[in-house]
């Protein structure tokens, strides 16, 4: 259990008296935050907040411990500004399973480039884990799929990167060189993230292929390297903005028509990091900014 974070969502369980307001001005999804006190009272062997219809009130364990849960939270701090003084910790970067491993990379460089620092830690989740750790501050950044719920977060703009469809080479769609019309694609399942690890991205684009006359069964792909499997197997089609996927019986084509770009946004909790890091990362990011 990350003790430090959930004694964050209690003390602001207890300040605000509401599990909605806590988690707004945390920036992350009320169940989490519920799940995370449930998981620290479980560990305490105590109750500490009485739910109800009208709110969250501290019982008596929870009135007591209270201080001592800011006391720890404030000594935690007060470790990170005295190892902060003993030399600069590395950058911490979020990003997607979607973004290009050459973004990745081009990210680091730059990072390197502008601050001369260590290069930074990447880690690698779906943007809603992303959001809950730059929320609770194990990130400096992250770069997450646009739209997404970002809270009390601050962001930058949003950036499109160029996708291309993947198909299996036996499918129809795939026997010639041009664009392919998406509705030609039904009675292939979508391989795609599952809506989890996104709900507004998930929504919009089953709700923009419908549009575009398909109606498609999505199928869990939780990266690229997933989808690009049930692609090759003749079970569904993907949409991937990396320039370097692909695999032996998957064909790489244009959509006609409108583009379906993946949309990627940066995130930051507070006034963030260095202004250079993020200047970094957006440079770095293919693509223009979206209007």
């Known amino acids: 259990m990350d003790l430090l974070r959930h004694l964050e969502f209690f003390v602001a369980i207890a300040e605000e008296e509401h599990f909605g307001h806590a988690a707004a001005r945390l920036g992350i999804a009320q169940p989490p935050l519920s799940q995370g006190l449930q998981r620290l009272e479980r560990s305490l062997g105590v109750i500490l ?21 800011r006391a720890l939270l404030e000594d935690a701090e007060d470790l990170r500004r005295a ?35 260590a290069p930074p830690e990447i880690v690698t989740a779906p943007s809603t884990e992303l959001l809950d750790a730059l929320a609770a501050g194990r990130l400096d950044l992250a770069v997450v799929v646009h739209p997404a719920l970002l809270g009390s977060l601050q962001s930058g703009p949003v950036h499109r990167l160029t996708t291309a469809l ?30 989890a690890h996104g709900p507004a991205a998930y929504d919009l684009l089953l709700d923009t292929l419908e549009q575009r006359g398909l109606v498609t069964g999505p199928v869990s792909a939780p990266d690229d390297r997933a989808a690009l499997v049930l692609v090759a197997t003749g079970r569904a089609f993907a949409l991937t903005a990396d320039p370097d996927l692909g695999a032996p019986g998957v064909v790489r084509r244009e959509v006609a028509g409108e583009p379906l770009p993946l949309r990627l946004r940066t995130a930051w909790r507070g006034t963030g990091p260095d202004p250079a890091v993020r200047d970094a990362v957006l440079g770095a990011l293919d693509g223009e900014p979206a209007p």
């Open 83 to 117: 190892a902060s003084a003993h030399g600069a910790a590395p950058v911490r970067i979020g990003a997607v399973p979607q973004l290009p491993i050459r973004s990745v990379a081009a990210i680091v460089a730059a990072i390197v480039t502008a601050c001369g620092d």
């Open 49 to 69: 907040v009485d739910r109800s219809s009208r709110g969250a009130r501290l019982n008596a364990a929870g009135r007591d411990l209270l201080p001592r849960a």
């Open 166 to 195: 993947l198909l299996p080479a036996g499918h129809p769609a795939a026997a010639t060189a041009g664009p392919v019309v998406l509705r030609s694609l039904r009675g292939l399942a979508l391989a795609t993230p599952p809506r």
